[in-house]
């Protein structure tokens, strides 16, 4: 029987992590409690008190033995914690910034003055740097949780949420005339001299470019589709001689800003027709979901060294999609508004685990979360956006072996890669490990992971500790990635979590 039984999760094991391509949607797998980011995420066969709900249910099947000699055969425990952490995607900090820096009150009001002329052309070439990657973006973690286990029952309540911010980039309306402005032609309007000359016609003459320059410039520039020479002319002199005016007012130019010229000229061409530039609708889209869960859970040893385990739980739902302006808008503010904006429904969900014990040592699990795949109600944004979000399946193994009777080491793998707030694109399959050191009274706890779907964060470390007061237990535990980034002035490392959490174990 043994010997079936390891073969069974042996193959179970093996297919799903060779064999699964699918992906998961709405959230990647939250690392849960001090104790598992601590080891760098590993939990899936490291959890042996009521968190194992969450990481695992099929421990709930070796608690409440009667010799009690494991810590994995406790009679009961009871556990109270919340978490925090955020990530910055693909350099979304220091691109963001480049747009904020520009005064775009001062760009707004229709013509552009002569002196104006380098920040506009900057502007717009910004926004079309930050469009080129649609997984820019900024996301917010929160975790709560109560629960409460008895023998091989639990029940409890969690809290999840996970909420990003990505650019929606307005690259149509960006002609330097009146507010209100629209379906005008944008290459008429560029060619327009006295548009970058607050009303006034720019004069001829060689400005900032030599001659040689400008040629090359106009060549390059009456080749794009809707350009011809005169209006590529027109277009190269106005800004030759709003570069001279930002120049003598004390603006340092870029050593680029022939290269944003063609660019802006480029994006006329491809919009053909668009509206003013002081009414640009670029803007940050905020998508999320804040769920609560409420699992009945049971484990059930089938042997002494196999057991499975179960959640069906009830789910409530608040999912964000919605937008704010970029310009004149801080950060914090636009979540603030964004939290405001949501849509509440609820449904089931069903999780399941096995786990298998390896003598006294060596323990290997897998779980399944949302086998159901859950449905829960969204508002439409954007063109082509579905009514709903869904928590598709998400599968994870893992394995924890003792050492020298005081050392864990362990580690989890994602075996499905797992969709995003960030975007349909952007997935994550994290693999991560550590170690944790029992000294009694006191655990040390240290461990890394990364995203093996995405390399833009990289590595996370993460360190923990313990304290063991007898039948109170007080965890810490957070991570931190190894690269920074800037995000409304601030520099963060690309990914922060904190959690915390006071327990009782019997």
Not at 230 to 239: E, K
Not at 331 to 344: P, Q, S
Request: net charge negative.
């Amino acid at each position: 029987m043994r010997k079936v039984m390891v073969c069974l999760l042996g193959m179970i094991l093996f297919l799903g992590t060779v064999f699964y391509t699918g992906t998961a949607e709405a959230r990647e797998w939250t690392i849960l409690g001090p104790r598992a980011l601590g080891m760098g995420g590993a939990g899936v066969a490291v959890a042996d008190d009521v968190t194992a709900s969450y990481w695992n249910p099929a421990a709930y099947g070796f608690f409440g033995a009667e010799d009690n000699t494991e810590p994995d055969e406790r009679d009961w425990s009871w556990s109270l914690g919340a978490g925090v952490g955020s990530q910055i995607h693909e350099d979304l900090g220091g691109e963001l910034n480049k747009i904020l820096q520009f005064d775009y009150d001062a760009l707004d009001n229709g013509q552009i003055a002569a002196d104006k002329v380098a920040d506009f052309l900057q502007l717009v070439n910004e926004l079309k740097t930050f469009d080129e990657n649609k997984n820019r973006a900024a996301t917010i973690f929160a975790d709560g949780r109560f629960g409460l286990q008895v023998g091989h029952f639990g029940v409890g309540g969690y809290t999840f949420a996970d909420i990003s911010a990505k650019g929606d980039l307005d690259l149509v309306n960006i002609a330097p005339v009146g507010a209100g402005t629209t379906g005008t032609d944008l290459i008429t309007q560029f060619s327009t001299t006295d548009n970058f000359n607050d009303g006034t016609a720019a004069p001829a003459g060689d400005w900032y470019f030599d001659s040689a320059t400008k040629n090359d410039m106009i060549s390059s520039i009456a080749g794009m589709p809707g350009w011809d020479t005169t209006s590529a002319t027109n277009y190269v002199q106005a800004t030759d001689y709003g570069l001279y005016q930002s120049q003598q007012s004390g603006e340092s130019i870029p050593s680029d800003i022939t290269s944003d010229i063609t660019t802006v000229a480029q994006l006329a061409s491809d919009a053909q027709t668009g509206g003013s530039f002081a009414d640009n609708q670029s803007r940050l889209l905020f998508k999320g979901i804040a769920t609560m869960e409420v699992p009945l859970t049971y484990g059930y040893a089938v042997n002494d060294n196999l057991a499975i385990g179960g959640n069906l739980k009830y789910m409530k739902a608040r999912v964000y999609n919605t937008s704010v302006k970029i310009f004149n808008t801080d950060f914090g503010d636009a979540l603030d508004v964004a939290r405001k904006d949501y849509e509440d429904s609820q449904n089931i969900g069903v999780d399941l685990g096995l786990l298998y014990r390896f003598g006294d040592n060596l323990r290997v699990g897998m779980v399944g979360r949302n086998l159901n795949s859950p449905k829960f109600d969204m508002k439409r944004l954007l063109p082509g956006d579905r009514d709903y979000i869904r928590e598709d399946l998400q599968l994870r193994s893992g394995f924890a072996y003792k050492v020298l009777g005081f050392l864990t080491l362990a580690a989890d793998l994602d075996i499905t890669k797992n969709k995003t707030t960030v975007s349909g694109d952007y997935k994550s399959q994290n693999l991560g490990g550590g170690v944790e050191a029992d000294l009694r009274i006191l655990k040390l706890r240290g461990g890394m992971y990364k995203n093996l779907a995405e390399d833009d964060i990289g590595l996370v470390y993460t360190a923990g500790i313990g304290l063991d007061l007898w039948i109170i237990n007080l965890d810490l535990g957070a991570s931190m990635a190894s690269e920074r980034d800037e995000l409304d002035g601030n520099d963060y490392p690309k990914e922060t979590r904190v959690e915390l959490a006071l327990s009782m174990l019997f």
